[in-house]
């Protein structure tokens, strides 16, 4: 059977931080100005990398992580705008399915898809998605969540019970940061519930070397005019412990 090797990235380095810190007989490679942490969680290969945010630079990473060193299956981590009205800061999307808002070809291809690709939605996959949603259902339990989260934290983000929501992702080289953006969104892309600005390339790339991936995500702020929070703290307080304990939860 092939050996398991675990890719591991978010975009931001106070994402993946918490989860580099958890890595046994931790290396450094770097390639093309990333840093690449190579070790093992509970005995697992994993590769934790931040790839900095946008598109082209997920791309790149996840393609470096596949064909360099050899990754079997990816875990997306990190933080988004809702979108859908039911979301609340601090509940958690794991996307289904990707898609990329601002991809738009037409009228040589109909919008969103993906030119010669014949596809708009990539699709998540099932077994890891299953794994994700038990592991993250655990941590959002309140009782696991007090522990591990300060309560003056969880209160400073007005956190009570957060939860998770399984659906579709949008992802575009966007910051969303007003409701007109958000709107329009929603009017061409309906069933999204969250936007960032990597997920959808992360997601190509797996698709077409045929990887499994799950993209998660932790709701930062509600893609309109607050959406510029107070982001350290919150990466730092709230989203990178999230990360910790989904990853501690799925790598058992
Ligand atoms: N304010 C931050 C910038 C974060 S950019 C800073 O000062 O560094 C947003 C990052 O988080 C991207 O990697 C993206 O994937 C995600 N994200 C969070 N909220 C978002 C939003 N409203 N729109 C688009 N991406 C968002």
């Known amino acids: 059977m092939k050996q398991r090797i675990i890719g591991i990235m978010g975009a931001l380095p106070e994402e993946i ?20 942490y190579t070790g093992t969680i509970n005995n697992q290969s ?3 990398v931040y790839s900095r945010i946008g598109k082209v630079a997920a791309a790149a990473t996840v393609s470096t992580l596949i064909l360099k060193f050899n990754i079997t299956e990816l875990i997306f981590t990190g933080v988004a705008g809702g979108i859908a009205s039911d979301l609340k800061i601090g509940d958690i999307v794991l996307g289904t399915e990707l898609v ?3 991809m738009d070809a037409s009228p040589l291809f ?12 990539f699709k998540s996959d099932k077994d890891l998605l299953q ?29 009570h019970h957060p939860k998770l929501h399984l659906g579709l992702i949008a992802s575009g ?11 329009k969104l929603l009017t061409v892309l309906p069933a999204t519930k969250c936007v ?18 799950i ?31 989904i990853i501690k939860n799925i790598i058992k």
């Open 173 to 183: 080289d966007q910051f969303f940061k007003n409701s007109t953006q958000k709107n």
């Open 17 to 36: 931080n918490g989860v580099v810190n958890l890595l046994q007989n931790k290396e450094e490679h770097r390639i093309g100005k990333r840093i690449y």
């Open 110 to 121: 109909p919008e969103f898809e993906i030119p010669l690709i014949g596809k708009s939605h």
């Open 131 to 159: 794994l994700g949603e038990n592991s993250i259902q655990q941590i959002l339990e309140n009782s696991y969540l007090h522990q591990v989260i300060e309560e003056k934290y969880l209160d400073q983000f007005n956190i």
């Open 215 to 245: 993209i998660i995500r932790t709701i930062s702020d509600e893609a309109d005019q607050h959406s510029t929070i107070d982001f350290m703290k919150f990466t730092e307080k709230i989203s990178n412990i999230y990360s910790i304990e």
């Open 196 to 213: 960032e600005m990597e997920g959808a390339a992360v997601a190509q790339i797996c698709y077409e070397f045929d990887i499994p991936f």
């Open 100 to 102: 990329q808002h601002d």
């Open 46 to 48: 994993v590769i934790v």
